[in-house]
């Protein structure tokens, strides 16, 4: 929760654990739907599956997505998918849409889901492959997690473009640049090393 208030570090994270999965990833594009066009916050490609990822991040403890964002999701999905298939190179590929978030969906939402075939991605749905599986297995922990950074310089990192802790192992420049001295950069690093090893990958 500490990703925001803006819900972009979110989308950068996400695409971040799906690339770790093999998938490539572009954040924040603008795709031509039938009828408008559409800004999608991760597209995801493996393969022959191409996926439209919309990230709902809230910063706010005990929200839960209901069912009015998966309706939302899947019409603007439903008008994109009408005209990727109308292109040579897409119309063979599987099309899907997702919705993650940090917090969790209602039974409706999830029924829903399941119904029209959208994915759904919570902190802690579906069983296997929650969000937080996903960051288990992978062991990207965001850089909110680390006790050694402080509020500001996580709120100066982040805007900087930077979310995983693991990234200040093999790069400690960024936390140079926003003057942490040298020996609370070992300390950091060290943390982030330990996080990172305890990860299930």
């Known amino acids: 929760m500490e990703l925001g208030p803006s819900g972009f570090p979110f989308e950068k994270y996400f ?3 799906l690339k770790h999965q093999g998938f490539k990833t572009k954040v924040d594009q603008v795709v031509q739907g039938h009828c408008v066009s559409h800004e999608i916050d991760v597209i995801a490609e493996k393969g022959e599956k191409y996926f439209m ?25 439903k008008d994109v998918e009408y005209s990727l298939n ?3 190179d897409q119309n063979s590929k599987f099309h899907q849409g997702w919705v993650v978030t940090n917090t969790r969906f209602s039974s409706d939402a999830i ?14 749905h579906p069983h296997n492959g929650s969000l937080r599986d996903q960051i288990d297995q992978s062991g990207l922990y965001p850089l909110t997690c680390l006790t050694t950074l402080r509020d500001e310089e996580k709120a100066s990192l982040l805007s900087a473009g930077i979310v995983l802790s693991k990234e200040f192992t093999h790069n400690q420049a ?27 990958r």
Request: charged share 20%; net charge neutral; with cysteine.
């Open 174 to 200: 960024p936390l140079s640049k926003i003057g942490i001295s040298p020996e609370r950069i070992t300390a950091i690093v060290k943390e982030s090393s330990e996080i990172c090893a305890g990860g299930l």
């Open 53 to 77: 990822v919309e990230c709902k991040f809230h910063n706010q403890t005990g929200f839960v997505c209901d069912v009015k964002i998966p309706l939302y999701i899947q019409s603007r999905f």
């Open 111 to 124: 029924q829903y889901g399941n119904c029209v075939g959208l994915h759904l991605v919570g902190w802690d």
């Open 86 to 88: 109308r292109m040579p």
């Open 15 to 17: 695409a971040e654990i």
